[in-house]
């Protein structure tokens, strides 16, 4: 993605189908314009503690300017009828690849959280 950061990539493991390591501590490395790249060598997800499954689509800007558009004020884009963001990844203005990524973080949230 920004080939003159000159970072390491290791090949793709025909055995586990998974990247090889390369690099053995984590770093920052800010870009500009509020992006940043951070390598965490040995993280293979990132599971969020701490939110609703009805919040997590704030943390999508893709989502943004669509959550108020759906029927239900509590909708977790998944399975809701009127749900605006479903409407938008039908019609190809948000990425399949991108929601699906959503909806399996979607899976994650919650299972840690005590009630």
């Known amino acids: 993605m920004y080939p003159e950061l000159n970072l390491k990539v290791g090949e793709i493991s025909n055995y586990t189908s998974k990247g090889t390591h390369t690099t053995s501590t984590s770093v920052m490395i800010y870009l500009g314009n509020e992006t940043y790249i951070i390598d965490t060598p040995g993280v293979r997800e990132i599971d969020p503690f701490g939110i609703r499954k009805e919040d997590l689509g704030h943390y999508f800007k893709e989502f943004e300017n669509l959550i108020g558009d759906c029927r239900f004020n509590t909708c977790t884009h998944h399975h809701e009828p009127g749900c605006a963001v479903i409407n938008a990844v039908e019609n190809d203005n948000i990425s399949a690849e991108r929601y699906d ?12 959280m005590n009630f």
Do not use: G
């Open 101 to 112: 990524s959503y909806l399996r973080i979607l899976d994650t949230v919650e299972k840690d």
